[in-house]
């Protein structure tokens, strides 16, 4: 059975040799900054069913139930700070240039870390939109106060209520969004990175980018329905694992 130094080592060279470097990242990415996955021990939905809380329904149920949840997560993510994982995908943004950053995460850790060309698949909690999609607003803007004074909040266009700027279950990805992600796996290396690969069409990512011809890795602690078809998997915290990878880059020349 092959090492982890092993399979850490046949990654850096192939991300040496890459001209086009995609990294898909998932909850995992962010649990060393102290955000909990959605799924994992611990997770945000430990206490709470998705149905819930992040559907258009429930919001029209109970705008405030749902806000109560959001407004605590945007303030625990504000205490947060981005990882070596973020800090090292912040650097390949900037070093390859050809990358692109497919993220699930609505926390933002990734644009504060500094990292270019975000692809943010299901939005982010740091923006909001009018529910009542009234015309005197645009269709999303930026909010970062925290906490809100009132639940939920006004938009302050109409009065009414506005909504996180999340893809919701049961929502459509936005079109834009969704093409920037296909053109995205048009790739020599694929990473899925602290990503559980249940959710789609986020999940079908990586298949896509091995139809292509990519060379496929998995980077999380626990085996996904994603493992057994990637190139290689490995077992291991991502802050962990790019760590390692990047003094490998750093030890010798990338070209």
């Known amino acids: 059975m092959t090492s982890l130094a092993e399979q850490i080592r046949l990654l850096a060279g192939h991300i040496r040799a890459a001209s086009r470097l995609t990294v898909l990242t998932g909850a995992g990415v962010s649990a060393a900054s102290g955000v909990p996955t959605f799924r994992g021990p611990g997770g945000l939905w430990k206490d709470f069913r998705p149905e819930d809380l992040a559907t258009p329904e429930a919001f029209e149920r109970d705008p405030r139930l749902v806000w109560e949840w959001y407004d605590w997560r945007r303030q625990m993510v504000a205490s947060c700070r981005p ?12 070093r390859y240039p050809s990358f692109t950053l497919v993220t699930q995460n609505v926390d933002g850790l990734h644009e504060r870390a500094g990292t270019r060309e975000v692809v943010r698949f299901h939005g982010s909690i740091w923006e909001v939109s009018c529910w009542r999609r009234c015309a005197a607003s645009p269709a999303r803007w930026r909010e970062e106060t925290v906490p809100f004074p009132e639940l939920p909040p006004p938009c302050p266009r109409c009065g009414g209520p506005v909504r996180p700027g999340v893809v919701w279950f049961g929502e459509l990805i936005d079109p834009d969004i969704l093409e920037r992600a296909r053109r995205a796996v048009d ?14 069409p986020a999940a079908a990512l990586l298949d896509a980018a091995r139809e292509r011809g990519a060379f496929t890795a998995e980077i999380n602690p626990e085996a996904t329905p994603a493992s057994a078809s990637c190139d290689i998997a490995l077992a291991a915290p991502a802050e962990e694992v790019l760590d390692r990878i990047e003094g490998l880059l750093d030890a010798e020349p990338l070209r």
Not at 83 to 94: Q, Y
Not at 192 to 198: F, I, L, M, R
């Open 187 to 200: 790739c020599d290396v694929c990473l899925a990175v602290g990503t559980s690969s249940v959710v789609y």
């Open 83 to 94: 990882n070596r994982a973020h800090e090292i995908l912040a650097a390949w943004s900037h």
